[in-house]
């Protein structure tokens, strides 16, 4: 169970910033004791693979907050994001970590698994954050955006602190995700219909 909540960690933040999820397991595993990666995903822990992924983490959060090039990165992430997902899912339920004495077996068995099961759970995410993104740009000309995308960067960092020490946390910070994307999708999505209700009755 905790190696699901483990990896459903880890492919969610995956889903709101493909590379960043990436690149702290790839650091913890080569600096620190929390996450030992298994033979076949200690390539995470490389020298090349920790700068490459540095370099795209911070690509990514930079476009991410700069209106209209955010859309377009969300668009092209549709596709990075699920095979993040599919990665970080695969190796943090095959890996040691404080919270697990042993990583699953079956999970390491059935690599095509964890990797679909990762790749899912990332594509949701993001699409939950992309229909947010594009409701929160409509209403506020991408003003808002910067700061959104601060929030979403916040929330990938704790999804794969709490999947790494606390897993049974991601269960609340992916609920807490979902109502809040849906409650302001809907109250954004109200608040454009308004205007554009004003705007005809203006025309008229």
Excluded: C, Y
């Excluded at 993040?84 to 697990?100: M, R």
Aim: glycine share 8%.
């Amino acid at each position: 169970m905790l190696e699901l909540l483990t990896g459903t960690g880890l492919a969610a933040a995956a889903g709101l910033g493909a590379f960043l999820p990436m690149l702290i397991i790839g650091l913890l595993d080569r600096f620190t004791d929390l996450v030992a990666l298994p033979a076949g995903w200690d390539w995470l822990s490389s020298d090349i693979a920790l700068i490459v992924v540095g370099v795209l983490t911070v690509l990514d959060i930079v476009a991410d907050k700069i209106p209209a090039i955010d859309t377009v990165n969300d668009i092209v992430q549709t596709v990075v994001r699920p095979a993040s997902g599919g990665i970080v899912f695969g190796a943090g339920t095959s890996a040691q970590t404080v919270t697990l004495d042993e990583p699953s077996q079956f999970f390491s068995a059935h690599v095509w698994v964890a990797i679909s099961l990762g790749a899912i759970i990332a594509l949701v995410t993001h699409l939950a954050k992309a229909s947010t993104r594009a409701a929160v740009n409509a209403v506020t000309v991408g003003a808002a955006a910067p700061l959104l995308s601060t929030g979403e960067d916040a929330m990938s960092f704790g999804l794969v602190a709490s999947a790494v020490l606390a897993p049974v946390l991601v269960l609340v910070l992916l609920a807490g995700l979902f109502i809040m994307a849906a409650a302001l999708t809907r109250r954004l999505r109200g608040m454009l219909a308004r205007r554009k209700a004003r705007a005809a009755e203006a025309a008229d």
